[in-house]
């Protein structure tokens, strides 16, 4: 991460990438990021569970849509080009991964 500091030496701009404003790099888990970030307070474990939670989430937005398709509530059309190309490219990989036997039973792929 990349920053650039006002006068007082605060944080006012986060960039990811290195920009002529932000030039100073930072580390990702600096606690004054954190702070800049409103993420202070949470533990890095909690953030790692969110993330995870993110994870596990995408899943279930995925077995949602794949639901709503069976039952005719919306078709595979519907969905913006975006969302089709992602859909298309998971449903690709957890098959392949599924073929070669390196999931557990419990990410099987229903579709």
Same mark, same amino acid.
């Given at each position: 991460m990349y920053i650039k500091r006002n006068k007082a030496g605060d944080i006012e701009l986060v960039s990811k990438v290195a920009t002529p404003e932000c030039r100073e790099a930072i580390a990702d888990d600096a606690a004054e990021l954190s702070a800049f970030l409103g993420r202070a307070g949470v533990p890095a474990d909690g953030q790692h569970q969110l993330r995870q939670s993110d994870l596990e989430f995408v899943r279930v937005l995925e077995d949602v849509i794949q639901v709503l398709m069976d039952k005719g509530v919306i078709s595979f059309t519907d969905l913006p080009?975006?969302?089709?190309?992602? @859909? =298309?490219?998971?449903?690709?990989?957890?098959?392949?991964?599924?073929?070669?036997? @390196? =999931?557990?039973?419990?990410?099987s792929d229903t579709i």
């Open positions: 080009d975006a969302a089709r190309e992602k @859909l =298309m490219t998971r449903q690709h990989l957890r098959r392949r991964v599924n073929d070669v036997g @390196l =999931m557990d039973d419990s990410d």
